[in-house]
């Protein structure tokens, strides 16, 4: 289809048009019956998800553009467009538990989340500055509304005042950032940016790290995380959760389709990279261990594990993006399954925050327990869980990238030590036995039983037989 | 078969699991099967030694890096798989008496697990897989540490435990990596890899570090006293008993044959370390007033003794060390579980607060007896064939370590008597709250002399433990005729080659 001469292969556009739709159904169901109940709005984002996912299954493996080469899809895109559509799915989930906080209105909270999936999909897709720009804005405009949706607590709003002064700084930084690459270049699109990379002129540089400080503030990498802890408790869990995983993965699709696209094998341009990542490790680790909010520990940890991500792009080697891809899927199904089990076990309320909640759990609920145990195990890096592999392959990267890939992986390793502890801390208590009263626990429905089976179910799987899933990943690109 | 016996703990754990966990008896049945089973499973291996192999392959992750389900077992691994299997029936048993039966299925499941993953870690034929099990075996020892040990020391120790192994696990893990890189395969038992020199000694430093951590060997063994202090009965037994020898597995069969050159180069450190851990463990263990610490610090002493053999590099180095390992791990397993029924009786295992068992409980008073002499070395038993051969092989070579480590040897009987001595000789004194000190409230001593003694299934935990003892101690050879002569190919070909 051609309009006013652009091109647009509908094809490709697909799985956000599906989305687009969704979205204004949701709104329009929302506006039709003022009383509409949640389960209809979700069930419609539900349904859109799997629409939208199910547009993505022939795009798998094809490598095309369109809208004049403005938006692709090819290896940068697909993997984590399919994360972004599932994270959206199980937030659906975790949103539908009884206690969720979304903020009085169904319709928009449900809306914001579907747009803010598009968005992180056109950042995903986007090959050019304009385009990752327009998919930064959309996702993070929503997701500030989204984090202060815990609307009657102060912790919620503290969260989205501080989400949106900070992220409109970081903003500022890629908007500038991308004018002087612009700049350097002649173009926006990000392939035109190699020569210009390659003859590392000085506006080429300090466009590059302008736009990189935008990116790391995103990923919340070290030294740029500060907002993390305390946007991410103070959120309402499903929506902390979603960060975690979605934003992660629509900004690392921007990074690596950069990273590939404009640097070549060990470039020193990436110095500034590798910094990020061995802070990011450190400081993540180290500041969960601390933690008696999981919420706090778990974004501490998300701090830990988007350095252990950037490790993967160490040296940009061969196998570097498919490494990537399998840590991402890793981490999402090992996070949502974390955050999923805090969620239940208050019905999406707050009361699980707390790790003393957590005392002797094991022996209150067991199931629970040993899933939650399975998931932290697996954050840590356990064998026989999708985090160990998952580690292997990023450690694996580390050590092919020359002495500065070897000083990643050792930093992957401290990180790595010091974060058990924090993880390990939770099964601490959940098997230590009750001294003084035992909370009353309820149990839960069945549904909010789906995301924890399905993610037990992926952590075991890539754990065990990651075989399939790597020749998957590798498979794509 | 090397998996189904392998597997074979695990699959019984999850069995116990369905049991309910109020049905006392038919949890003890589900669990008294399953750990022998297992062990006569392990004794159908017994016709690989000397110098055969059994082995199973499966092809697990291909690629740009290989890696293979690939399970073995052959004259080495022989030994530490009967050691655990062996070691698991008693211990398993004598959790029958576990204080909180509501708990009972709990510690059984996760001892099965550790019987499993400890399998695991011996018949693994590829690194990737020695690997999982290396960190797997810690999780069913921290989880008993917090949640079945019952006192708020040993929750505490749990965590020493957890990141002193973890952390030479995740060093060990670096190491593997960077073997990895270079041989692009996980399948690296068998193979021969020229590795430059450099990167031969920071591999083997990475990989010798865990394995020491684990052992453990002076300076490493901070997380050993609180283990090995706080953790129950059976659990301390197998942790010492067979655990303990996973380092030293790891030095033979993984470390030493892929870094033959930097083994040599290390060598002098190492041997400096192991005569630190000999003399460091049996000085310690002479001021001990736990009973089980100081088993503990013995069993320091003891394997040092193995690090001696192993880098001394002489004709005997492997096959006598095969045969103290397992000889020690009988002897301390037995230690444990007998220092375990005598704190169930008394209540504590602090060597001032009790004494003059004999007067009650004259079985006990025996097996005390065999299994002490045993530890300090007695001809005859299997403690001193170990050890001898050891000290014969290691002076030919290194006659100055070896003269320091012979002084271990009489601090051992130091240490040894003193434990013996003030638990079982001497009047009867114990603390009034125990159980003990309540029976003997209630009636005076006179004429029976029994009270107290090893109850029936006690007796007979213990008794296969003591014929092991027996066996080796009278004919060692049994062992070490199968202990292949050209063992574990390049680890024999560097002492060969150094002779």
Same mark, same amino acid.
């Given at each position: 289809?051609?309009?006013?001469?652009?091109?647009?292969?509908?094809?490709?556009?697909?799985?956000?048009?599906?989305?687009?739709?969704?979205?204004?159904?949701?709104?329009?169901?929302?506006?039709?019956?003022?009383?509409?109940?949640?389960?209809?709005?979700?069930?419609?984002?539900?349904?859109?998800?799997?629409?939208?996912?199910?547009?993505?299954?022939?795009?798998?493996?094809?490598?095309?553009?369109?809208?004049?080469?403005?938006?692709?899809?090819?290896?940068?895109?697909?993997?984590?467009?399919?994360?972004?559509?599932?994270?959206?799915?199980?937030?659906?989930?975790?949103?539908?538990?009884?206690?969720?906080?979304?903020?009085?209105?169904?319709?928009?909270?449900?809306?914001?989340?579907?747009?803010?999936?598009?968005?992180?999909?056109?950042?995903?897709?986007?090959?050019?500055?304009?385009?990752?720009?327009?998919?930064?804005?959309?996702?993070?405009?929503?997701?500030?509304?989204?984090?202060?949706?815990?609307?009657?607590?102060?912790?919620?709003?503290?969260?989205?005042?501080?989400?949106?002064?900070?992220?409109?700084?970081?903003?500022?930084?890629?908007?500038?950032?991308?004018?002087?690459?612009?700049?350097?270049?002649?173009?926006?699109?990000?392939?035109?940016?190699?020569?210009?990379?390659?003859?590392?002129?000085?506006?080429?540089?300090?466009?590059?790290?302008?736009?990189?400080?935008?990116?790391?503030?995103?990923?919340? #990498?070290?030294?740029?995380?500060?907002?993390?802890?305390?946007?991410?408790?103070?959120?309402?869990?499903?929506?902390?959760?979603?960060?975690?995983?979605?934003?992660?993965?629509?900004?690392?699709?921007?990074?690596?389709?950069?990273?590939?696209?404009?640097?070549?094998?060990?470039?020193?341009?990436?110095?500034?990279?590798?910094?990020?990542?061995?802070?990011?490790?450190?400081?993540?680790?180290?500041?969960?261990?601390?933690? $008696?909010?999981?919420?706090?520990?778990?974004?501490?940890?998300?701090?830990?594990?988007?350095?252990?991500?950037?490790?993967?792009?160490?040296?940009?080697?061969?196998?570097?993006?498919?490494?990537?891809?399998?840590?991402?899927?890793?981490?999402?199904?090992?996070?949502?399954?974390?955050?999923?089990?805090?969620?239940?076990?208050?019905?999406?309320?707050?009361?699980?925050?707390?790790?003393?909640?957590?005392?002797?759990?094991?022996?209150?609920?067991?199931?629970?327990?040993?899933?939650?145990?399975?998931?932290?195990?697996?954050?840590?890096?356990?064998?026989?869980?999708?985090?160990?592999?998952?580690?292997?392959?990023?450690?694996?990267?580390?050590?092919?990238?020359?002495?500065?890939?070897?000083?990643?992986?050792?930093?992957?390793?401290?990180?790595?030590?010091?974060?058990?502890?924090?993880?390990?801390?939770?099964?601490?208590?959940?098997?230590?036995?009750?001294?003084?009263? +035992?909370?009353?626990?309820?149990?839960?429905?069945?549904?909010?039983?789906?995301?924890?089976?399905?993610?037990?179910?992926?952590?075991?799987?890539?754990?065990?037989?990651?075989?399939?899933?790597?020749?998957?990943?590798?498979?794509?690109? | 078969?090397?998996?189904?016996?392998?597997?074979?703990?695990?699959?019984?754990?999850?069995?116990?699991?369905?049991?309910?966990?109020?049905?006392?008896?038919?949890?003890?049945?589900?669990?008294?099967?399953?750990?022998?089973?297992?062990?006569?499973?392990?004794?159908?291996?017994?016709?690989?030694?000397?110098?055969?192999?059994?082995?199973?392959?499966?092809?697990?992750?291909?690629?740009?890096?290989?890696?293979?389900?690939?399970? $073995?077992?052959?004259?080495?691994?022989?030994?530490?798989?009967?050691?655990?299997?062996?070691?698991?029936?008693?211990?398993?048993?004598?959790?029958?008496?576990?204080?909180?039966?509501?708990?009972?299925?709990?510690?059984?499941?996760?001892?099965?697990?550790?019987?499993?993953?400890?399998?695991?870690?011996?018949?693994?034929?590829?690194?990737?897989?020695?690997?999982?099990?290396?960190?797997?075996?810690?999780?069913?020892?921290?989880?008993?540490?917090?949640?079945?040990?019952?006192?708020?020391?040993?929750?505490?120790?749990?965590?020493?435990?957890?990141?002193?192994?973890?952390?030479?696990?995740?060093?060990?893990?670096?190491?593997?990596?960077?073997?990895?890189?270079?041989?692009?395969?996980?399948?690296? #038992?068998?193979?021969?890899?020229?590795?430059?020199?450099?990167?031969?000694?920071?591999?083997?430093?990475?990989?010798?570090?865990?394995?020491?951590?684990?052992?453990?060997?002076?300076?490493?063994?901070?997380?050993?006293?609180?283990?090995?202090?706080?953790?129950?009965?059976?659990?301390?037994?197998?942790?010492?008993?067979?655990?303990?020898?996973?380092?030293?597995?790891?030095?033979?069969?993984? +470390?030493?044959?892929?870094?033959?050159?930097?083994?040599?180069?290390?060598? /002098?450190?190492?041997?400096?370390?192991?005569?630190?851990?000999?003399?460091?463990?049996? @000085?310690?263990?002479?001021?001990?007033?736990?009973?089980?610490?100081?088993?503990?610090?013995?069993?320091?002493?003891? @394997?040092?003794?193995?690090?001696?053999?192993?880098?001394?590099?002489?004709?005997?180095?492997?096959? +006598?060390?095969?045969?103290?390992?397992?000889?020690?791990?009988?002897?301390?397993?037995?230690?444990?579980?007998?220092?375990?029924?005598?704190?169930?009786?008394?209540?504590?295992?602090?060597?001032?607060?009790?004494?003059?068992?004999?007067?009650?409980?004259?079985?006990?008073?025996?097996?005390?007896?065999?299994?002490?002499?045993?530890?300090?070395?007695?001809?005859?038993?299997?403690?001193?064939?170990?050890?001898?051969?050891?000290?014969?092989?290691?002076?030919?070579?290194? /006659?100055?370590?070896?003269?320091?480590?012979?002084?271990?040897?009489?601090?051992?009987?130091?240490?040894?008597?003193?434990?013996?001595?003030?638990?079982?000789?001497?009047?009867?004194?114990?603390?009034?709250?125990?159980?003990?000190?309540?029976?003997?409230?209630?009636?005076?001593?006179?004429?029976?002399?029994?009270?107290?003694?090893?109850?029936?299934?006690?007796?007979?935990?213990?008794?296969?433990?003591?014929?092991?003892?027996?066996?080796?101690?009278?004919?060692?050879?049994?062992?070490?005729?199968?202990?292949?002569?050209?063992?574990?190919?390049?680890?024999?070909?560097?002492?060969?080659?150094?002779?």
């Amino acid at each position: 289809m051609t309009i006013q001469g652009v091109s647009f292969d509908l094809a490709i556009l697909a799985p956000i048009l599906a989305l687009v739709i969704t979205g204004l159904l949701v709104l329009l169901a929302d506006l039709l019956s003022r009383s509409a109940p949640r389960g209809l709005l979700y069930g419609i984002g539900l349904a859109g998800s799997a629409v939208a996912f199910a547009y993505m299954l022939p795009l798998y493996g094809r490598s095309a553009t369109t809208i004049n080469g403005a938006f692709a899809t090819d290896k940068f895109a697909w993997g984590f467009s399919a994360v972004l559509v599932l994270a959206l799915a199980v937030t659906l989930l975790l949103s539908s538990l009884r206690n969720a906080d979304d903020g009085g209105s169904p319709g928009s909270y449900a809306a914001l989340l579907i747009f803010c999936t598009i968005g992180g999909l056109v950042m995903a897709g986007a090959t050019s500055l304009i385009g990752i720009f327009l998919g930064i804005e959309e996702l993070s405009l929503a997701l500030y509304v989204l984090a202060g949706s815990g609307f009657p607590r102060e912790a919620s709003q503290e969260a989205a005042l501080k989400y949106v002064l900070l992220g409109s700084l970081a903003s500022g930084f890629l908007i500038y950032g991308s004018a002087l690459l612009y700049g350097a270049a002649h173009s926006v699109s990000i392939a035109a940016l190699a020569p210009a990379a390659a003859a590392m002129t000085p506006l080429f540089l300090v466009g590059f790290a302008l736009l990189l400080v935008g990116i790391a503030f995103k990923l919340a #990498l070290s030294p740029f995380h500060l907002w993390t802890p305390d946007v991410y408790e103070g959120s309402p869990i499903a929506i902390t959760a979603f960060m975690t995983v979605a934003v992660k993965a629509a900004t690392f699709a921007v990074l690596a389709r950069f990273v590939y696209t404009v640097f070549g094998h060990d470039s020193v341009a990436l110095g500034p990279l590798w910094l990020l990542a061995i802070l990011s490790m450190l400081v993540g680790s180290f500041g969960a261990l601390r933690q $008696r909010n999981l919420k706090r520990l778990l974004a501490y940890s998300s701090i830990a594990q988007a350095g252990f991500m950037v490790v993967a792009l160490a040296g940009v080697g061969q196998y570097g993006l498919s490494s990537l891809i399998f840590y991402l899927v890793a981490y999402a199904f090992m996070n949502f399954g974390a955050f999923a089990i805090v969620a239940m076990l208050g019905d999406g309320d707050e009361a699980y925050a707390d790790i003393d909640a957590y005392r002797a759990l094991f022996y209150r609920r067991p199931w629970v327990a040993a899933a939650l145990t399975l998931f932290l195990f697996s954050l840590a890096g356990i064998p026989g869980t999708a985090g160990f592999f998952g580690k292997l392959l990023l450690l694996e990267q580390g050590f092919a990238g020359g002495p500065w890939g070897v000083a990643l992986g050792v930093a992957l390793v401290v990180g790595s030590v010091v974060s058990i502890y924090a993880y390990f801390k939770v099964i601490w208590q959940m098997f230590a036995p009750q001294e003084g009263e +035992a909370p009353v626990t309820t149990g839960n429905s069945m549904l909010s039983w789906v995301p924890v089976a399905v993610s037990v179910a992926a952590v075991l799987v890539l754990g065990v037989v990651p075989q399939f899933f790597v020749t998957l990943v590798s498979a794509a690109l | 078969m090397i998996s189904v016996m392998v597997f074979l703990p695990l699959l019984f754990a999850l069995v116990l699991l369905l049991v309910p966990r109020s049905n006392g008896p038919v949890l003890k049945a589900v669990a008294f099967v399953g750990a022998p089973l297992t062990f006569i499973m392990s004794l159908s291996f017994l016709h690989v030694a000397p110098g055969g192999i059994a082995q199973d392959s499966l092809r697990w992750i291909g690629g740009e890096v290989a890696a293979a389900y690939h399970v $073995r077992v052959d004259g080495i691994s022989l030994f530490f798989v009967l050691l655990t299997t062996f070691v698991s029936v008693p211990a398993v048993w004598a959790a029958f008496s576990y204080a909180d039966a509501a708990r009972l299925r709990g510690y059984l499941v996760l001892l099965l697990l550790f019987e499993w993953t400890l399998l695991g870690l011996f018949t693994a034929g590829d690194l990737l897989l020695f690997y999982i099990y290396w960190d797997l075996m810690l999780l069913p020892v921290f989880l008993v540490l917090v949640g079945f040990a019952g006192s708020p020391e040993a929750r505490r120790a749990a965590w020493i435990y957890l990141l002193y192994n973890l952390a030479g696990g995740l060093v060990l893990l670096a190491g593997v990596v960077g073997v990895v890189l270079q041989s692009h395969t996980f399948e690296v #038992l068998g193979q021969s890899y020229t590795l430059a020199p450099v990167l031969q000694r920071w591999l083997f430093a990475a990989f010798a570090l865990a394995f020491l951590i684990k052992t453990p060997a002076f300076p490493f063994h901070a997380w050993m006293p609180a283990t090995y202090t706080q953790s129950p009965t059976s659990l301390v037994a197998m942790v010492s008993g067979v655990q303990s020898k996973a380092g030293l597995y790891g030095l033979i069969v993984f +470390a030493m044959p892929l870094f033959p050159e930097a083994a040599h180069f290390f060598a /002098p450190t190492l041997l400096v370390l192991a005569v630190c851990s000999i003399l460091y463990g049996a @000085l310690a263990a002479i001021v001990q007033n736990n009973a089980k610490t100081l088993i503990g610090y013995s069993s320091l002493s003891h @394997l040092g003794f193995v690090l001696l053999a192993l880098f001394a590099f002489n004709f005997s180095s492997v096959p +006598a060390s095969v045969l103290m390992i397992v000889s020690h791990g009988v002897i301390v397993a037995a230690l444990f579980l007998l220092v375990g029924f005598i704190e169930e009786r008394v209540g504590t295992n602090d060597l001032g607060a009790f004494g003059g068992l004999a007067a009650g409980a004259p079985r006990l008073a025996v097996f005390m007896l065999i299994v002490s002499m045993a530890a300090l070395g007695l001809p005859g038993l299997s403690g001193f064939a170990g050890e001898f051969l050891i000290l014969i092989g290691a002076w030919q070579t290194q /006659p100055v370590f070896t003269s320091f480590a012979l002084i271990a040897v009489v601090l051992a009987a130091v240490y040894v008597l003193r434990l013996f001595q003030s638990a079982i000789h001497g009047p009867l004194r114990v603390p009034a709250q125990s159980r003990v000190g309540q029976i003997i409230g209630i009636q005076a001593l006179d004429g029976k002399d029994s009270m107290f003694d090893l109850a029936p299934r006690e007796f007979w935990l213990v008794v296969p433990l003591l014929a092991v003892i027996f066996f080796l101690g009278i004919w060692p050879a049994w062992l070490n005729d199968r202990i292949p002569s050209n063992a574990n190919g390049a680890a024999q070909a560097a002492v060969n080659e150094h002779v």
